[in-house]
């Protein structure tokens, strides 16, 4: 989630604060929360069962927004956190930065984002060292990437209104470099990450997705990935095959199909049959599996072996009750190991 491979990702949009559909995720705070947002102004408490409590307030304009976050976490040393954030757009150029000050270091990152003709640029540079994140190694980087996107359009099948085309051609390149160096350890670790990515709308209801990643460090094996995704797609139905290699040690091989319908209004289907030969730890390959609201699945494929998933929901309203289930069943196999199956359930009811 935090790499930068798109040009999309050097600057994100804030979500400001969201419940969370799931009870048993870890990532989350459990706690209350309220915002307040007027013309101009807006702001934002929130507490968590853990003893955290903080607080954030912006002033938003027509171009952008200037805002400030504190919290703190009861029975925890060093947890006061104090950031200033801005965000502004100029002539179709998108500007975002933020300084924040935690365990008596300063951490900062500065991004820049917008067009030079028919090309979108982006830039980033980030400043955090090992004092302020806690880990034992401090993060100094610079980033780059372009996109373009043809004019060109073509119109997807069984779709109308807003969404229902897409550019014909789309690519991108970004690449980000790091130092990532531990304090009195010499010598300094270098890292540099290279993404490009090709997508082409072959036809109405065909699409054609590629991408290869590079990655370099002074410390380990450099990682080569090379991924292609052939993709269908008419009104409800859909269809996927992904065919991903990885070497690093040795070569990693990773393929899935994967066939769905969707009702926007009732119920999704979607099963998937996935094969791996991958022999290396450091050859695995991550996967975005499809789960509940709440639950983010990206698995690490390694061994050899092959896998299958079942996920459905369904959607129901009785007068002032919406009723929403979510199912998902998988099975995996893997040499020398004994099989894997999953079974979950989640169950919503919107008052």
């Not at 757009?89 to 000050?101: I, Q, T």
């Not at 130092?179 to 082409?200: E, K, M, N, T």
Request: hydrophobic share 40%.
């Amino acid at each position: 989630m935090s790499s930068l491979s798109t040009v999309d990702a050097f600057i994100r949009r804030t979500p400001g604060i969201s419940p969370v559909w799931s009870y048993s995720s870890e990532l989350v705070h459990r706690g209350a929360a309220y915002t307040y947002a007027g013309t101009h102004w807006q702001a934002t408490a929130f507490g968590g069962l853990d003893g955290l409590l903080g607080a954030h307030g912006a002033w938003q304009g027509r171009h952008g927004q200037v805002g400030s976050t504190v919290s703190y976490t009861f029975g925890k040393p060093g947890s006061l956190a104090v950031a200033v954030d801005i965000r502004w757009n100029w002539r179709g150029w998108d500007a975002a930065g933020e300084v924040a000050w935690k365990n008596g270091g300063f951490a900062g990152l500065a991004a820049f984002r917008g067009p030079v003709g028919p090309v979108k640029m982006a830039f980033q540079g980030r400043v955090v060292p090992s004092r302020f994140s806690g880990k034992k190694y401090g993060e100094y980087a610079l980033a780059a990437g372009a996109e373009y996107k043809s004019e060109q359009r073509r119109a997807l099948a069984g779709r109308s209104g807003f969404g229902s085309s897409v550019p014909r051609h789309q690519t991108s390149l970004t690449a980000d470099a790091a130092f990532l160096p531990i304090p009195s350890v010499a010598p300094s670790r270098f890292q540099l990450r290279v993404y490009a990515g090709w997508q082409w709308q072959m036809a109405s209801a065909w699409a054609l997705d590629v991408r290869f990643t590079e990655r370099y460090r002074n410390y380990e094996r450099p990682r080569h990935a090379f991924r292609v995704d052939g993709k269908f797609g008419i009104g409800p139905w859909s269809a996927v095959s992904r065919l991903e290699v990885v070497q690093c040690e040795k070569v990693g091989v990773l393929n899935y199909w994967e066939g769905g319908y969707k009702d926007e209004r009732t119920w999704s289907a979607y099963f998937r049959l996935t094969g791996f030969l991958i022999d290396q730890w450091n050859d695995r390959i991550y996967v975005y599996e499809r789960d509940a609201p709440g639950n983010f699945s990206v698995p690490a494929y390694s061994g050899r072996g092959g896998a299958m998933s079942l996920v459905g929901s369904w959607k129901h309203r009785f007068r002032w009750i919406t009723l929403k289930a979510y199912l998902r069943g998988s099975w995996m196999v893997r040499v020398g190991r004994p099989p894997t199956p999953g079974l979950s359930l989640q169950l919503h009811c919107d008052l």
